[in-house]
C-alpha cells in the first residue's frame, strides 16, 4: 500500500519569501505524483502532477516541484509567493496501472502568506 | 471549464439516519471516486466507480455506504445508519482515464449528531 507524508503542517512567510514544500511518498512501484491546492472556501484544484519524463514539473500560478526518484520525493517550490497562495496544499500519489486508481494523500500543509 | 458539482454543500443529520450525498461528474468521465476528509484529518478515498461498479474499495467503505449512478449524469453515496464518526466533508471526483488527473468537486459537509 502506498503512503504519503508531508513535512510540514503549518507555514507562515511573508510575501516575496520562497517556498518548499515537502512530500515523500512509499510505495514499491511506479507512481503518479499530484500537488492539489485547496484556497479557503474552494475545492480541491490540481497545481501540478509528474507522470513520466522530465522530473521537473512546472504548473500553475509559478510553482513548480521536483521528482527524486532515489528519494521518493517530490517537493514543491515557488520562488517567490504572493498573498493570494495562502491555502492548503496536499501532496498526492496514485500507482500507475493500478485497477482502481485511488489517490492517497498526504495530510496537508496549510501556508500562510503575511502581507 | 467544465466542473464536478455536489449538493448539499452542507448537510446535518441524526445519528442513525440515512443520507445521501450527490455529485454530477464531468460529463465525458468515465471513472468516479468518493473521498473524505474528518476535520484535522487526511483526505481518504473511500471508492472508486467505473462501468457500473465498484473497482475499489476502502475499509471505511462497509455495509453501511453504497454508492449508485442512478442515470447518465448522478453519482451518489448513501449512507444508510449515519454514525457520529462519519461527520467530515465528503469529496467526489472523475476522471476520464486511468491515471489522469482527478477532478475534485466543492465537497459536502456532513454533520452527524
Known amino acids: 500500500a502506498q503512503s504519503v507524508s508531508q513535512h510540514n503542517h503549518h507555514v507562515i512567510l511573508s510575501e516575496a519569501a520562497s517556498l518548499e514544500l515537502g512530500c515523500n511518498y512509499s510505495?514499491?512501484?511506479?507512481?503518479?505524483l499530484f500537488w492539489y491546492v485547496q484556497y479557503p472556501g474552494q475545492h480541491l484544484q490540481l497545481l501540478l502532477k509528474y507522470f513520466s519524463g522530465d522530473p521537473l514539473v512546472k504548473g500553475i500560478k509559478g510553482f513548480e516541484a521536483e521528482f527524486i526518484k532515489s528519494k521518493f520525493s517530490f517537493n514543491l517550490r515557488k520562488p517567490s509567493v504572493q498573498w493570494s497562495d495562502t491555502a492548503e496544499y496536499f501532496c498526492?500519489?496514485?500507482?500507475?496501472?493500478?485497477?482502481?486508481?485511488?489517490?492517497?494523500f498526504g495530510g496537508g500543509t496549510r501556508v500562510l502568506v503575511k502581507p | 471549464e467544465p466542473e464536478v458539482t455536489q449538493t448539499p454543500s452542507h448537510q446535518v443529520t441524526q445519528m442513525g439516519q440515512e443520507v445521501i450525498l450527490r455529485c454530477v461528474p464531468i460529463?465525458?468521465?468515465?471513472?468516479f471516486y468518493w473521498y473524505r476528509q474528518i476535520l484535522g484529518q487526511k483526505v481518504e478515498f473511500l471508492v472508486s466507480?467505473?462501468?457500473?461498479?465498484?473497482?475499489?474499495k476502502s475499509e471505511i467503505f462497509d455495509d453501511q455506504f453504497s454508492v449508485e449512478r442512478p442515470d447518465g449524469s448522478n453519482f451518489t453515496l448513501k449512507i444508510r445508519s449515519t454514525k457520529l464518526e462519519d461527520s467530515a466533508m465528503y469529496f467526489c471526483a472523475s476522471n476520464g482515464q486511468l491515471g489522469e488527473t482527478q477532478y475534485f468537486g466543492p465537497g459536502t459537509r456532513l454533520l452527524v449528531l
Open positions: 510505495y514499491g512501484g511506479t507512481v503518479n
Open positions: 498526492a500519489v496514485n500507482a500507475r496501472g493500478a485497477a482502481g486508481n485511488k489517490l492517497t
Open positions: 466507480f467505473y462501468n457500473n461498479e465498484i473497482s475499489e
Open positions: 460529463s465525458n468521465h468515465l471513472y
